[in-house]
């Protein structure tokens, strides 16, 4: 299962718009966002929010689980 914290703050909220995987799903532990795929890779695309590149390349800040298959400009895919 794939998973990335988000750091919940409104700089970081965007990156949630970004999620493209069907099966993914939000939801609070602590101070982060937890979004988690319970099927297949959990895919963010950058052309979905516009992010600056500040917000976008802090994207895994907050922690992820599993394996990152790609982080790019364009996308950031976690796969299990």
């Known amino acids: 299962m794939a998973t990335l914290y988000v750091l919940n703050v409104p700089e970081f909220a965007p990156l949630l718009d ?3 995987t ?28 516009g992010a600056r590149d500040a917000v976008w390349f802090a994207a895994l800040t907050g922690g992820f689980t599993g394996t990152m ?6 996308v950031l895919r976690l796969e299990s």
């Open 18 to 20: 970004a999620v493209t």
């Open 69 to 74: 298959a790609r982080f790019d400009k364009a």
């Open 22 to 49: 069907e099966s993914a799903r939000t939801d609070t532990v602590g101070d982060y966002l937890r979004v988690t795929a319970d099927a297949g890779p959990l895919v963010l695309e950058r052309a979905r929010i």
